[in-house]
C-alpha cells in the first residue's frame, strides 16, 4: 500500500523560508514522477512542482519559478519543497503526489500560512 505523508508546514512572514518534506512508504521515490500540488480556500488545487523519475527533470509552476525547489532525498525516500521568498499568495494546503498507472495517490497535506 503506498502511503504519502506531509511534514514542516506552518506560519511564516512574507521573505521567509519553509521546508517540505514528503516521506513515501509503499513506493521508492526514484522509481516515480513525484508532485507537490497546493490547495488555497476558495480555490482549485494546482500543480506546484514536478520531478522526474529518473532524469531528475524538474517543473515548476510560474508563480514560485525561481522561489520554490524540489528535491528526492533516496536515501531517506523523500520529497523535499524548499520554499524561499514566501509571500502571503502562497498560502494553502500543500499535497504530495504520485500517480502509479493512472491512479493518484495524495498525502494528508502540510498547511503553510504566510502573514506577518
Known amino acids: 500500500q503506498v502511503q504519502l505523508v506531509e511534514s514542516g508546514g506552518g506560519l511564516v512572514q512574507p521573505g521567509g523560508s519553509l521546508r517540505l518534506s514528503c516521506a513515501a512508504s509503499?513506493?521508492?521515490?526514484?522509481?516515480?514522477?513525484m508532485s507537490w500540488y497546493r490547495q488555497a480556500p476558495g480555490k482549485e488545487r494546482e500543480l506546484v512542482a514536478q520531478i522526474g523519475f529518473i532524469s531528475g527533470i524538474t517543473n515548476y509552476a510560474d508563480s514560485v519559478q525561481g522561489r520554490f525547489t524540489i528535491s528526492k532525498d533516496n536515501a531517506k525516500n523523500t520529497v523535499d519543497l524548499q520554499m524561499n521568498s514566501l509571500k502571503p499568495e502562497d498560502t494553502a494546503v500543500y499535497f504530495c503526489?504520485?500517480?502509479?498507472?493512472?491512479?493518484?495517490?495524495w498525502g494528508q497535506g502540510t498547511q503553510v500560512t504566510v502573514s506577518s
Open positions: 503526489n504520485v500517480n502509479i498507472k493512472g491512479r493518484p495517490t
Open positions: 509503499g513506493i521508492t521515490v526514484r522509481s516515480y514522477v
